[in-house]
Each structure stands twice: as structure tokens, then as C-alpha cells.
């Protein structure tokens, strides 16, 4: 996987730009890691706020709806060092007893034509446990590179569904455009924000979750397979 970085202006690139959403959208919510990552923030809320396990939880789900991330809040209210969160949590996070390669997964990637679009990860976790999890899955080398929220940077931090996250994918993707900016994420908030951008971006919801009462956006997956069906253009 290449690093994020601009690409020189000598060596424009004119591929539109398909970014994947990583957690609870590369592999399913039935892993349960999302589950496994909630005990361990609140862990995290009741060991360094020194609250009692009720109002951790309160306070954490009030955070994530907010700002989108429960660090967000810790980082801007409560001076926590993001990346001790992210060693005590993401890190921790056992994720080698539970992500397996996936070659489904992989098959649908390579079947993507990397002439014309490129295959770009946009997570709101840190690097470590982005690399971590495609890794894992087996598909990492599938992808050019990652834009990821960065813990090191002080606060606020600039993740999704903020449009600084989404200009800040667009620069390091080396996006021709907004409009030539395709995304896939598990997240409602996250596909409505983007599509409001003018990125053209697919919800993905798994079959036992239910509808939307109103659309995130243009279009809504079952399966990442059903991208083949809404963009055959980008597939050999």
C-alpha cells in the first residue's frame, strides 16, 4: 500500500477515486469487533475520567454522536492523549483471533480494473489498525494507499463526516475532482455527508439490518458485491 501524499504535478493522475470505508464494511458487523471496541472505550472512559460504568457509557455515546468519534470528545473536553486511547483500544483490540483472509472479498477487488479507477481506504481509525485489519483480510496490496484520522495531530481532530475529512481524502487520493470521488461506507451519517459533497457514494447495509427511513444516499448495497451491478464501468 502506498503512504498518503500528494502525487507530483508532473504525474497527474486522471483515475477517478473509489474509497472503502474499513470497519463494519470490508469484513461484517457479525464479527462483532465494533462490540469488542465499545467495552474497551467505555473501559477506557470509566479508567480515565473516573467514572462509574453508566455514565461512561452516556458520556461515550454522547461524544460519538457529536463529533463521530468518542476520542473527539475525550481529546477536546478531558486533554487525553488520542494515542494512549489508541493503544488501549484499537491496539488492544484482539484482532487476529477474529479477522480471517477473505477471498471473496479479494476477488471482488481484483476484479476491479485498476486502469481506470483507484482503490483508495478512508477510515476514521488510526493507521495502525487500518493497515491492521487489511492485513488480516488479505488486502492490503489491493489498495494505493489510506487516509485515516490522525491521532499524532493535536485537536480537533479531522475525521468523518466532517468535510475537512473528505477534502483531506480528495488531496491525498490525488482525487481529479469532487464529482470523480466514488465511496462505500457501513455509515449513514458518513454516506449522507458525502454525497452532499458530490461524491457519489453507496450505503452499505447489511441484509439484517433494516431500511432507512430516509436514504443516505443515491445508492444502498446489501452485499459490496451489488457494486459490480451500480458501477460496471470500473470493472474488467
Not at 465499545?38 to 463529533?67: R, T
Not at 475525550?74 to 483471533?97: G, K, S, Y
Not at 465511496?183 to 447495509?205: M, Q, Y
Request: glycine letters at 2%.
Amino acid at each position: 500500500m502506498a503512504n498518503s501524499a500528494c502525487p507530483a504535478p508532473e504525474a497527474f493522475d486522471s483515475r477517478p477515486v473509489f474509497f472503502f470505508d474499513i470497519d463494519n464494511c470490508l469484513y461484517s458487523r457479525s464479527c462483532n469487533i465494533h462490540d469488542e471496541m465499545q467495552i474497551l472505550i467505555n473501559k477506557f472512559f470509566v479508567k480515565h475520567l473516573s467514572l462509574d460504568p453508566q455514565d461512561a457509557h452516556m458520556l461515550h455515546q454522547k461524544y460519538y454522536k457529536e463529533y463521530g468519534l468518542a476520542i473527539e470528545g475525550l481529546t477536546r473536553h478531558h486533554q487525553i492523549d488520542a494515542l494512549d486511547f489508541n493503544r488501549e483500544v484499537d491496539d488492544a483490540l484482539p484482532l487476529n483471533n477474529i479477522l480471517k483472509p477473505d477471498p471473496k472479498l479479494r476477488k471482488l477487488l481484483e476484479d476491479i480494473d485498476k486502469t481506470k479507477v483507484k482503490l483508495w481506504l478512508l477510515t476514521n481509525a488510526y493507521v495502525n489498525h487500518g493497515k491492521r485489519v487489511v492485513k488480516l483480510l488479505q488486502v492490503d496490496d489491493l489498495f494505493e494507499g489510506i487516509t485515516y484520522c490522525d491521532y499524532a495531530q493535536p485537536p480537533p481532530l479531522v475525521c468523518k463526516p466532517s468535510q475537512d475529512m473528505y477534502e483531506k481524502a480528495e488531496i491525498e487520493a490525488g482525487a481529479p475532482s469532487t464529482e470523480q470521488c466514488y465511496f462505500v461506507d457501513d455509515s449513514h451519517l458518513n454516506c449522507k455527508h458525502a454525497e452532499a459533497r458530490g461524491w457519489i457514494t453507496a450505503h452499505f447495509l447489511e441484509p439484517e439490518l433494516p431500511m432507512p427511513r430516509v436514504p443516505a444516499s443515491k445508492y444502498l448495497v446489501r452485499n459490496l458485491e451489488e457494486l459490480r451491478l451500480h458501477f460496471p464501468q470500473f470493472f474488467k
